[in-house]
């Protein structure tokens, strides 16, 4: 029996129904994702980079240049917090904005969000922003004034959790802004090797249990940093094992938990970035995924028959991306942006060189 | 009233405009609302209007107070409004106690929520008093055994209060009910890094997990454990326990299919490759011993025990090759 997944009709299909919920997601929202509330810029790099890794960017609701001004208006810059603060940079939303004029102070409890900065970033290179109206130096003076004693790095000055997760984001700012002498990068690598289990694979903190995303987030972190050297040939050998071991027909994020179709995400990056994608099934990843592609909403979710959500439905589309299904846009399986969208920060560094 | 929204909720949500006459709630931005707009409810306006102005005014009061948990109600992963909170907690000099009480009831609701997990830790914090801490995350781990900001906030009370002692009858109790629930065993590791890992300790766990694998030959958490407590013996200097060898081989040389699982196959190829390494130019007839039921076990995993890794094996099988190239 033929397998449906890889006929083109019906992948012409799946895709275009894709695009309607990628584009659906820059439109308009129902109430029950209240939750994503304050990360609405999490949900636009998603929507603009999962249509670019489609390759239908020119299916975006509204103007690119739109969407880069509503992006640049979530910017807290230098002239409203100062710049030691750990506020400068992206918000999620304009939830707690609370003046329209732009460079008068908003209010003490206004705060950008390493996560909605990373995301902010990664939208503006999709669209083709050349991000000159960045305050480098603001951006990365906070991002310093949030890395605490033990290298990791909290996400807001609102004593926000510190885990793996911001350090990733960090990383992925940095190299963007192509500077990392704001932090400190040693004791990051301290952080993300304290993170290490018994299990050979990384945790959120240390202590806390293997996780495919935490997992991903460390590995990205240093691969950035270049410093995946810096792990030792067994440590190497175990993390390698332990990711492998994470594929059923789809992957899990803990070992003896069920398949998470993000997972194949997670753990296909890490596992590009540690170069042994190859040695995982291809056919029954991408037989998994579409396990739980949703007919009717046209997205993407955890679970067979549960429902999609727009983290799912990017992570599907990546996921697809990293093991070549159809003709998706490769992807940067550390900053998670299309080839093309890298391409365009290379050259954004070259002109910041000259 | 929207479907998310019980009566007895509404209730508890909805602002009295005549408490907050004074002061003109302030809309969001709609101008750049365009983009990714939210369906949000009347109410929700309602109560994150006057957020913003309690914000843009610093007001410290109670009804700025009863705001945030109306606000945090909406919307559980505001972390500003979580902030706020907490300022108005301490500036008021609220119950704290009837803070921890509160926020146990919000986690019941949204035990997967940081923000949530996060204030309890603080209120935790300013209280200095972890009493009810352990009982509250074993309560939401009968919900969800795995539930992973249940365990993180579990270690840092462990930690933070050198609270250690019910620790691995939790634990072993857990395993008894699940011994696939990796999120325990994990904890049992924690534990003992933290606590005693002497000499005895470690071998009694080794023990532990021997009866485990007799239950189950085929349970990945206990051998990532097993791998983690050989790997701390021979960090210690206790050298590597004999016992696991024999537990290995014994388990190997079983005819019964079920006797083999893939995890112990490859924990004994790796076993194999350091000591093929170790005695690589002392010992030629061990190594060739050793390369000879490497190549085997890795077939086995390659064609029968774990085809859908098969690749990775025939790798694994090139690797072995390219170092003991004379012993093929």
Not at chain 1, 58 to 72: K, V
Not at chain 1, 136 to 161: C, F, H, M, V, Y
Request: aromatic fraction near 12%; include cysteine.
């Amino acid at each position: 029996m033929e397998n449906l997944v890889y006929d083109p009709e019906i992948i012409e299909k799946r895709k275009k129904k894709l695009v309607k919920y990628l584009r659906q997601i820059l439109c308009i929202l129902p109430y029950r994702i209240i939750s994503l509330d304050t990360s609405k810029m999490l949900l636009t790099y998603f929507s603009v980079s999962g249509l670019d890794i489609l390759n239908k960017l020119d299916q975006l609701p509204h103007t690119n240049q739109d969407i880069i001004n509503w992006i640049y208006n979530h910017l807290i810059s230098e002239n409203i917090r100062g710049i030691e603060s750990g506020s400068c940079g992206f918000r999620g939303s304009t939830t707690l904005v609370v003046d329209q004029n732009k460079n008068v102070q908003n209010h003490e409890y206004d705060c950008s969000h390493l996560t909605m900065t990373f995301s902010a970033l990664n939208a503006l290179l999709t669209l083709g922003d050349d991000l000159s109206r960045l305050n480098k130096r603001a951006i990365l003076k906070s991002i310093q004034a949030l890395q605490l004693p033990d290298g990791s790095i909290t996400a807001t000055n609102q004593d926000g959790e510190n885990d793996v997760r911001f350090l990733y984001s960090t990383c992925c700012v940095c190299y963007i802004l192509d500077d990392w002498s704001y932090i400190d990068t040693e004791k990051a690598f301290e952080f993300i090797h304290s993170c290490l289990t018994y299990e050979g694979a990384f945790g959120q903190i240390p202590g806390a249990e293997a996780h495919g995303g935490s997992t991903f987030c460390a590995v990205a972190s240093l691969f950035l940093m270049n410093k995946l050297i810096c792990l030792s040939d067994k440590e190497i050998h175990c993390l390698k094992q332990w990711c492998l071991n994470r594929q059923q027909n789809g992957f899990n994020g803990r070992v003896n938990k069920p398949t998470d179709s993000c997972y194949s995400f997670w753990i296909g990056a890490t596992l590009k970035l540690l170069d042994i994608l190859h040695f995982t099934n291809y056919d029954d990843n991408i037989n998994y995924i579409f396990e739980t592609f949703d007919d009717i909403t046209g997205g993407f979710s955890k679970w067979p028959g549960f429902s999609p959500d727009p983290l799912h439905t990017y992570m599907g589309i990546c996921a697809l991306s990293l093991v070549n299904f159809s003709n998706l846009k490769k992807i940067h399986p550390a900053l998670v942006i299309s080839e093309d969208a890298y391409q365009k920060l290379k050259i954004i560094h070259e002109n910041w060189k000259n | 009233m929207s479907d998310s929204e019980s009566s007895d909720d509404y209730d508890s949500i909805a602002i009295d405009k005549n408490e907050w006459s004074d002061l003109n709630p302030i809309n969001q931005d709609h101008e750049t609302n365009e983009i990714c707009r939210i369906a949000y409810t009347e109410n929700f306006n309602d109560v994150f209007g006057y957020f913003r102005a309690v914000l843009k005014a610093n007001e410290i009061s109670e009804r700025a107070f009863d705001l945030t948990y109306k606000a945090v109600k909406l919307n559980p992963a505001n972390y500003t409004v979580w902030f706020y909170r907490r300022i108005l907690l301490k500036e008021l000099g609220k119950d704290l106690n009837h803070e921890l009480k509160l926020v146990t009831q919000i986690i019941d609701q949204n035990p997967k929520n940081y923000q949530v997990w996060q204030h309890r830790r603080n209120v935790v914090e300013l209280l200095q008093d972890p009493s009810k801490e352990l009982e509250f995350t074993e309560k939401i781990l009968q919900q969800d055994s795995k539930n992973y900001h249940a365990w993180q906030y579990r270690q840092w009370v462990n930690k933070n209060f050198a609270l250690w002692d019910q620790e691995l009858d939790f634990v072993s109790s857990l395993i008894t009910v699940d011994y696939k629930n990796n999120s325990a065993w994990n904890h049992r590791f924690f534990c003992l890094i933290n606590t005693d890992h002497s000499e005895s300790v470690l071998n009694r766990e080794v023990d532990y997990c021997f009866e485990k694998l007799n239950l189950n030959i085929n349970n990945e958490s206990v051998w990532n454990y097993l791998r983690g407590l050989v790997d701390l013996m021979v960090k210690e200097g206790f050298g590597y326990p004999e016992k696991v060898c024999q537990f290995c081989n014994l388990k190997l040389e079983s005819k019964k299919e079920d006797e083999l699982s893939p995890f112990l196959i490859s924990f004994k190829i790796d076993y194999n490759w350091t000591r093929a390494i170790e005695k690589k130019n002392s010992d030629a007839n061990a190594v060739k011993e050793i390369v000879q039921q490497s190549i085997l076990y890795l077939n086995l995993l390659a064609q029968k025990y774990d085809t859908i890794r098969a690749n990775y094996w025939k790798y694994l099988l090139s690797k072995w090759k390219q170092e003991f190239d004379q012993y093929f």
